[in-house]
């Protein structure tokens, strides 16, 4: 049978107060979507769920958001009897971080199943304790034989569409979960900080679309506690809780964590922002990523406060998650001849080729939050990407990424695949040096996904200089196409054990795989 998590689901009267909370209660008449109840009368409860990030072969950080004042204590076992269950005594959730906290577990067997609770006890009394919260993950493997199969996206409540309870919710989470696969990656905008959350929202035909909201979603997020209740507000939807339950999860950021195509030292000139220093803005969110998720480089004592990581998952796999936003460049029209700060900087590029050339992975797949080759514009004039429309010798922030290409082939880094999301919509994009302007690289793919739970938009234009041939893209014709009319997007990635090679497979919501591609192992570049 499969494993169904045992999660006291909250009460929505806790949660939808303000101007909003009468429109929220009459939307919600079969969703336990809202903030957590009181399970035992006065002791702590973990209604928002559990989560569990960065599993390696013998470690993970399991997540969970107390009520209140409370003590996380979590007990692993190989077992749902939690017999001979193994303790871990975590932090003292407080004001200070929301009342989330993590603790991390260490020693764990290689490619086994693990269980796991979490219970939460009152500070002064170890006795009061609230209702355990359940949930399960696979540590990655020690051989190379029993291959590794993991999902992503991005993109989440974004463009005004959030939780409707009329569809399900989220229902797409619990497509995912069925798959059952070893983590999940997201690609970032895990949240749409810059938008606001309406009751109601009128379809191009007619039909209403209706939200779950909450008072941090009536406006633009500014403060800590306006950042905190966006990343809150997903956590309200009953399918994305039990996948976290079931699903460990890789995530980084993008822009829609703090604001529409922000970078560094940014002055807004938005009028729905008070605060016009991007910078106070970034930080105050980061500071509430962490809090919400489970990011081994943003925890504790060994935390150093990047996202940017390698997740390294057993012989076939090394994951390499980058930050593509907090080290860039202003946004510009992107044609400098000299550039050495890029999209990523110059100490995370010095990370990245570190990393790789380390690596005895098969598989060194690279998560850009960003796409390579599509032009994103920022504007009439400037770009948010690496592209900015001119086929020819790299300029700009494609500077930085050539360098990195030509640093893959003369190594002979084999293996190397770039996974992405962003743009709203799903595509497959083929880089060769024969079509391109800059030919010093090895052929090498790039995949798009998403969006989960956002708005769907048209097609990218290509930029010539890294030579991209565009194999497979699914988008509508128009701007904002609403999760009621279009299925939610995700990918597959599955590395077979026995043979090497690695599928990518383009999947909507409904079971349909829309395009697959196999890859051989062993291959400079792919």
């Known amino acids: 049978m499969p494993y169904r998590p045992r999660i006291p689901f909250p009460d929505r009267r806790t949660v939808l107060r303000g101007s909003l909370a009468a429109s929220a209660a009459a939307s919600l008449p079969l969703m336990g979507a809202a903030a957590p109840a009181f399970a035992r009368s006065g002791r702590p409860a973990a209604g928002w769920g559990v989560q569990v990030g960065d599993v390696t072969s013998s470690s993970a950080l ?88 993991f999902l992503w996206s991005g993109d989440i409540a974004g463009q005004g569409w959030g939780i409707n309870p009329d569809i399900g919710g989220y229902r797409v989470y619990d497509e995912m979960r069925r798959l059952d696969p070893d983590f999940f990656l997201c690609s970032g905008d895990n949240i749409y900080a810059d938008g606001v959350i309406e009751p109601r929202v009128t379809l191009p035909d007619g039909r209403v679309w209706r939200n779950v909201t909450t008072e941090e979603k009536a406006k633009v997020a500014e403060t800590l506690a306006e950042y905190r209740g966006n990343f809150r507000y997903n956590l309200l939807d009953d399918n994305l809780r039990r996948f976290n339950a079931q699903v460990p999860s890789v995530i980084q950021w993008d822009d829609h964590e703090v604001r529409n195509n922000w970078y560094p030292g940014q002055i807004l000139d938005d009028v729905r922002y008070t605060e016009k220093n991007v910078d106070v803005l970034a930080a105050r969110s980061m500071r509430a990523f962490g809090e919400y998720f489970p990011v081994s480089t943003l925890q504790g004592s060994t935390g150093d406060g990047r996202i940017h990581r390698v997740m390294r998952h057993g012989p076939l796999l090394d994951l390499f998650v980058l930050d593509m936003r907090t080290f860039r460049n202003a946004n510009s029209p992107g044609r400098q001849p000299d550039e050495s700060t890029g999209i990523l900087g110059s100490a995370q590029l010095a990370w990245l080729k570190r990393e790789l050339s380390k690596s005895r992975a098969v598989w060194k797949v690279i998560a850009a939050d960003m796409p390579l080759g599509l032009v994103v514009a920022d ?118 054990g026995d043979s090497g090679e690695l599928t990518v497979r383009l999947r909507e919501q409904g079971g349909s795989v829309l395009f697959s591609k196999v890859l051989q192992p062993g291959r400079v570049g792919q």
């Open 62 to 149: 399991v997540w969970v958001r107390s009520d209140r004042p409370a003590r996380m204590v979590v007990e692993t076992s190989a077992t749902e009897s939690f017999r001979r269950a193994r303790t871990w005594h975590g932090p003292l959730l407080n004001p200070g971080t929301d009342f989330t906290g993590t603790t991390p577990l260490h020693g764990l067997p290689p490619g086994q199943q693990v269980h796991y609770r979490v219970t939460l006890a009152a500070p002064d009394d170890p006795r009061r304790t609230g209702e355990p919260v359940y949930g399960t993950f696979r540590t990655a493997p020690a051989r190379r034989r029993d291959g590794v199969r």
């Open 379 to 496: 504007g009439a004039t400037n770009f948010e990407a690496v592209a900015q429309g001119d086929p020819g010798a790299p300029l700009g922030r494609e500077l930085q990424i050539a360098e990195l290409l030509r640093f893959i082939k003369h190594r002979r880094i084999t293996g190397t695949v770039w996974l992405t999301a962003d743009v709203h919509y799903t595509s497959a994009q083929h880089y060769a040096p024969e079509r391109a302007a800059f030919q010093d690289f090895a052929p090498f793919w790039e995949f798009v996904t998403g969006p989960l739970a956002a708005g769907q938009f048209p097609s990218n234009a290509l930029d010539g200089t890294f030579g991209p041939e565009q194999v497979f893209v699914q988008a509508p014709d128009r701007a904002n196409v609403s999760p009621m009319e279009t299925p939610a997007l995700f990918g597959e990635v599955d590395i077979d």
